[in-house]
Nanobody, 125 residues
Framework: QVELVESGGGSVQTGRSLRLSCAGS????????MSWYRQAPGKEREFVSS???????NYTDFAKGRFVIAQDTGKNTVYLLMTSLKPEDTAMYYC???????????????????WGKGTLVTVSS
């Protein structure tokens, strides 16, 4: 079963915007924290932003003021709006979800996590 599918990546010029999407398979009764990570060529994967099951958002320093994370729980989808893109934002962007709370019907354990396969963002100067 494919758990997470990212989309929205592409090639843009400096200063432009992109909106990434991450659609997740449905797990009734399960509430996830959703996160975006990225990995540039030759570098380690790094945290970008997250939105908790309670709606709390977090951003790493380079994302503050330029990126916005949002989720549509009805569609099991999380978005990352990236503005004022720079060449150093070039990377593969990955979506991750981590189960935080369970209610009746949730068949996963707290802490279960899934990764998507990524979507490539290339920013040229």
């Amino acid at each position: 079963q494919v758990e997470l599918v990212e989309s929205g990546g592409g090639s843009v010029q400096t200063g432009r915007s992109l909106r990434l999407s991450c659609a997740g398979s449905a797990y009734p009764g399960c509430r996830f924290d959703m996160s975006w990570y990225r990995q540039a060529p030759g570098k380690e994967r790094e945290f970008v932003s997250s939105v908790g099951s309670d709606g709390t958002t977090n951003y790493t320093d380079f994302a503050k003021g330029r990126f916005v994370i949002a989720q549509d729980t009805g569609k099991n989808t999380v978005y990352l709006l990236m503005t004022s893109l720079k060449p150093e934002d070039t990377a593969m962007y990955y979506c991750k979800r981590t189960l935080r709370t369970r209610s009746l019907g949730c068949r996963l354990s707290v802490g279960t996590f899934h990764w998507g396969k990524g979507t490539l963002v290339t920013v040229s100067s």
